[in-house]
């Protein structure tokens, strides 16, 4: 088993160099954060947020889950989103799959993961969502690498669907949500093009919660 202690180790080192290069740097951390960016990834430990992105420490507000999922009943990632867009005022929402996702590969197989299946079931809804696309895909890797773009472009959806995004986009223009995957047998992100405006028109012509009380 790996020392535990080993964090302490390597803490002292990377405070060492970072102060060696600004001594101020966590005095300046500590006044406050105004991160123009939300990043909504996988928890996968392949896959970290900063390193992915190139974004600095403060700049990158983050939430990871199995599968960089926004289901409707999620109090954690619902929290995230409205605490990003009324307090910190973020200006994009980064939504950030990635290929080789073991929750979206779990969620493709017939057989039961015990209470995960609730959380992998929104993937078999959006695999439900897109069933006639998915099983024209005959390779299996390419039908996977597919469900996982589509679960991240569900995503931008659910959160499209909230008041809060809604209410602050038709006000302020921001923030704007986008699609991507990082493929980590390149290591480079791919953008997904995903259209917000025509997304926003769509999602509001059943869920329009633009007006408050
Ligand atoms: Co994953």
Request: charged share 25%; proline share 3%; net charge negative.
């Amino acid at each position: 088993m790996k020392r535990y202690d080993k964090i302490f180790d390597l803490n002292k080192k990377w405070v060492d160099k970072v102060t060696n290069n600004n001594p101020e740097f966590f005095q300046e951390l500590s006044q406050g954060q105004n991160p123009d960016y939300l990043y909504i990834g996988c928890s996968d430990s392949r896959v970290p947020a900063n390193e992915v992105t190139g974004l600095d420490i403060g700049d990158l507000f983050v939430h990871r889950n199995i599968a960089n999922q926004v289901p409707a009943n999620d109090l954690s990632s619902h929290s995230i989103i409205q605490y990003a867009i009324d307090v910190l005022e973020v200006k994009h929402i980064v939504v950030c799959g990635h290929y080789g996702c073991g929750g979206v590969h779990e969620a493709m197989q017939p057989h039961s993961h015990g209470e995960l299946d609730n959380w992998l079931r929104n993937i078999r809804d959006v695999y439900r969502m897109h069933f006639d696309e998915l099983n024209k895909i005959k390779d299996e890797t390419k039908k996977y690498d597919r469900l996982v773009e589509l679960n991240v472009i569900e995503q931008c959806v659910n959160i499209i669907k909230t008041s809060f995004l809604q209410q602050s986009y038709l006000k302020n223009k921001t923030p704007m949500v986008h699609a991507c995957v990082w493929d980590m047998r390149t290591g480079y992100l791919k953008d997904l093009d995903f259209n917000f405006e025509e997304h926003l028109k769509d999602v509001q012509k059943v869920y329009n919660l633009e007006n408050g009380e």
